[in-house]
Structures are given as structure tokens and as C-alpha cells.
């Protein structure tokens, strides 16, 4: 005998009823049965269903530039600067006795610091380190005529650069650590006091700019000075004193120039564990050479202090944007479970009647995830318009750089992704609905 039965639709109105359906209807699989019942739910909750899309596709376009701008950040605090980081030691000295060579003071100074155990060599700067700030700039072209064309032209042009210089004392590749790959380091001779050195050591990056193809030991690098300066080495990776724009922060290049003033930086290369006990130590020696000068505490330094204090902001700008973006996850997560509970308490007794005529908690459970899947499809397919719209804005107004099309799948796989989990909870509640609950009185 075939009976037919009229099943109450899960969506809350228990007091209406839907198409006679067979039982083996009802219990067949959510993927091929509960579609279409889900659509009529979401027709008749148009406004809480409307409200949940729009938050998850806000969600998605603002944590998909967010989590651009988080890894953005993430890349350029992260910028290897060619040095051996962790075992220098920075310390500034300020003025010395009246009618001292500052030459004289340093050679000095060099050997009561050479002296410090640990130590294991100490060079003399004018303060530009990477990421020091101290920061100078030089124009140089790979020829003659590329001079003369930006000098016409009041501008570097395509062919020449305007790389990070350094200088120091003697000993300087080895003090920070550098891969000198081609060429040799400078010899005693060549160290000068003023701007026009006869060679210098290039990073690699700028012998590919100004030297493409070509082998750059003994090309000429044109300033605008009387006699051009020629190329004797290149280091792998050295990065500008103060970033600048991407693409050009490792055009450096390092001259044999000597501190000529009596304020001057001692580089001092150490054990990682020795470099605090260095630094004491050194001050104490530098204030007995010449008890006269100023040693200031702010001006004792590790490496390390100092790249941390460059990107001090980036650093907190990344903890924000986390924060914002973390947030901003859990109060979708929140939304989404919060309406879950909502409408499985209002449909707890259709439910019920679907659980007495043979709905498995599998089905139910299928049942509520399936519905929570669409609406986070629908905000992440407009949430990913908005994401596109919000980067391009951002490109017009902060500079921001494109948005990767990647960010945008793996931003809608993370959506969706939440929204099963934030829902889970409230449909497993749904799915121990007993079958009684059908009997009682609506």
C-alpha cells in the first residue's frame, strides 16, 4: 500500500506545508534533494540572508587586501641585507681633543677596540650601514656619453643609477660580513679622504644595471668627477642605507673613503652572545684613549637594534592589520553561527517531523551546511569584485601595488572554509533533534 505524506519545509514556518512528497524523496541525499528547499528558505529570509552575504563579501574583499598588504609588509621587513647581521655592534663617537688628526685618533681608537676580547675586527664609518638612515646617494653612469645625456637632461636617464654609498676604514668587506664574488678587496694605497676615490666595489645588482651581459671588474663608473672610477669587485647582496623604491634598494657600491671628522662610527664584529659585553666594554676603552669625548648610550648599538628600529612601524603596522583582519574573521564566524542557532531553534520542530519520517542526522546536518555554503558562495563571488574594486582604489590613492589574482581563491577557499566551521556547532545541535519533537504542540 503507497501512501503519501505532506511534509512541513525546514525554514521556520512550521505552520505551512509543502508539495506531497514520497519518503524515500525526503530521505535521499541533500546534495540531489535539498537545493531547491533551501532556495525557497533563503527567498523567505531574504533580508537576514541578504545582511549575512554582504557581511561575508566585505569580509572577503577586505581580508583579501589586507592579507596582500600583511605579506607586503612581511617581504620588506624581511629584506636580506647582505651583512652578518647578528654579530655587529655599533658604537658613535662625538668630537675629540682640539688639533687631534682625526686619521691619527682613529688608528687609535682601531687598536684599544681590536684589543677588547671577542673582538674580532673593528672598522671606522661615517654611519651608513644598511638600514642606518644615514643615507648618501651617488649619480653614476656606465659611459661618458650616458653622463652627458642625463647631465642635457637633468635627470639619471635609463642607462645610469644613483646607488647607496659606503665608506669605512680598512677591513670594511670582512667587519660586515660581505660576499665579495668577483674581484678583490681594496689595497692600503687606495683609501682617500675626500669624494674622488680611484676605484670601488659594486653590489651585484648594480653591476647588472649599469653593465648588462658584461663582465663589470674594470668598467669605468662616470660621477661628473675629473677622473671616472673603476670597478675592482662585486658583492652579492648589500642593501641601501634608507629604502627607497623596489627594484633599486640594492644599487650600492662601496668606496675606500676614509671617516674625515672627528664624528665617527666604530663597526665592531663579534660572537652574537659576546656583542653586549662588547659594547661596554668598548666604551669604557674608547672613554680612557680620550676621556674628553662624548660616548652617548643612545648611540651604542647591535645590528640588530638598529634594523629593528628602521622597521619599528612596518612591524606594528603588520600587528594591526593581523589584528583587523583576525577581527574581522570572527565576527563574520559569529554572524554566521549566531543565525544558524537562529533558525535551527525556529525550525527545531520541522526538524522533528523530518527525523520521524526516516531523515538520517547525516541529512539534516548535510542539510544546514549545504544552506550556509550557498550564502557564502554568493558573498564570496561578490566579495571578490569588491576585493578588485577596494585594490584599485587603493592603487589610485596610497600607491598600494596590484592584488595578485591568487589572493582571491585562496580568500574564497578560507570563507568557505570558516563558514563550514562557524556552522557546524549549530547544525550538529539540528542533527540531535529527536523524532518527538514532532509530536508536540506547535
Not at 70 to 97: D, F, K, W, Y
Not at 262 to 268: D, G, H, L, S
Not at 363 to 381: A, P
Request: glycine fraction near 8%; charge should be positive.
Amino acid at each position: 500500500m503507497q501512501a503519501t505524506t505532506k511534509l512541513l519545509a525546514v525554514d521556520g514556518d512550521s505552520h505551512k506545508t509543502s508539495r506531497p512528497r514520497s519518503l524515500l524523496q525526503e530521505t535521499s541525499k541533500v546534495s540531489a534533494m535539498e537545493i531547491r528547499p533551501i532556495l525557497a528558505t533563503l527567498r523567505r529570509h531574504k533580508l537576514t540572508a541578504v545582511l549575512l552575504t554582504l557581511q561575508v563579501a566585505f569580509t572577503c574583499a577586505i581580508v583579501c587586501n589586507v592579507a596582500f598588504m600583511i605579506v607586503h609588509r612581511v617581504q620588506r621587513v624581511s629584506m636580506p641585507t647582505g651583512i652578518a647581521e647578528n654579530q655587529l655592534s655599533v658604537i658613535e663617537v662625538l668630537g675629540t681633543t682640539q688639533g687631534t688628526n682625526p686619521q691619527a685618533q682613529q688608528a687609535t681608537d682601531l687598536a684599544a677596540l681590536r684589543a677588547i676580547p671577542g673582538v674580532e675586527s673593528v672598522v671606522a664609518t661615517n654611519g651608513s650601514l644598511p638600514l642606518s638612515q644615514s643615507s648618501s646617494f651617488y649619480g653614476v653612469c656606465p659611459t661618458m656619453q650616458a653622463l652627458q645625456q642625463a647631465m642635457q637632461a637633468q635627470a639619471l636617464g635609463t642607462a645610469c643609477a644613483q646607488p647607496g654609498k659606503y665608506g669605512g676604514s680598512s677591513g670594511l668587506i670582512k667587519t660586515l660580513g660581505l660576499d665579495l664574488v668577483k674581484g678583490r678587496d681594496f689595497h692600503a694605497d687606495e683609501f682617500v679622504n675626500d669624494d674622488d676615490p680611484p676605484v670601488a666595489i659594486i653590489s651585484e645588482a648594480l653591476a647588472q644595471r649599469l653593465y648588462p651581459g658584461q663582465n663589470p671588474l674594470g668598467q669605468a663608473l662616470y660621477t661628473g668627477a675629473k677622473n671616472p672610477i673603476r670597478v675592482i669587485g662585486v658583492v652579492k647582496t648589500l642593501l641601501a642605507a634608507r629604502l627607497r623604491m623596489p627594484g633599486t634598494d640594492y644599487y650600492t657600491m662601496i668606496y675606500p673613503q676614509l671617516p674625515d671628522d672627528a664624528y665617527v662610527f666604530y663597526v665592531m664584529r663579534s660572537a652574537p652572545q659576546d656583542r653586549a659585553r662588547v659594547l661596554q666594554a668598548a666604551r669604557v676603552a674608547l672613554l680612557k684613549v680620550d676621556p674628553s669625548r662624548l660616548v652617548p648610550a643612545s648611540g651604542i648599538h647591535t645590528y640588530t637594534q638598529i634594523r629593528a628600529q628602521y622597521f619599528q612601524r612596518d612591524t606594528t603596522m603588520i600587528g594591526l592589520l593581523i589584528a583587523s583582519a583576525l577581527g574581522l574573521l570572527f565576527v563574520t564566524a559569529l554572524g554566521i553561527t549566531g543565525l544558524a542557532n537562529f533558525w535551527v531553534g525556529q525550525r527545531t520542530r520541522s526538524i522533528g517531523i523530518r527525523r520521524a519520517l526516516g531523515a538520517t542526522r547525516g541529512q539534516i546536518l548535510r542539510y544546514f551546511q549545504t544552506e550556509n555554503f550557498l550564502i557564502v558562495t554568493f558573498g564570496v563571488v561578490l566579495g571578490v569584485l569588491l576585493a578588485v574594486g577596494l585594490n584599485l582604489l587603493l592603487m589610485k590613492h596610497y600607491e598600494l601595488a596590484r592584488l595578485p589574482l591568487w589572493y582571491l581563491p585562496v580568500g574564497a577557499v578560507a570563507l568557505w572554509l570558516l563558514g563550514q566551521l562557524a556552522v557546524l556547532a549549530p547544525a550538529l545541535r539540528a542533527s540531535h533533534v529527536p523524532p518527538v519533537v514532532a509530536t508536540r504542540s506547535v
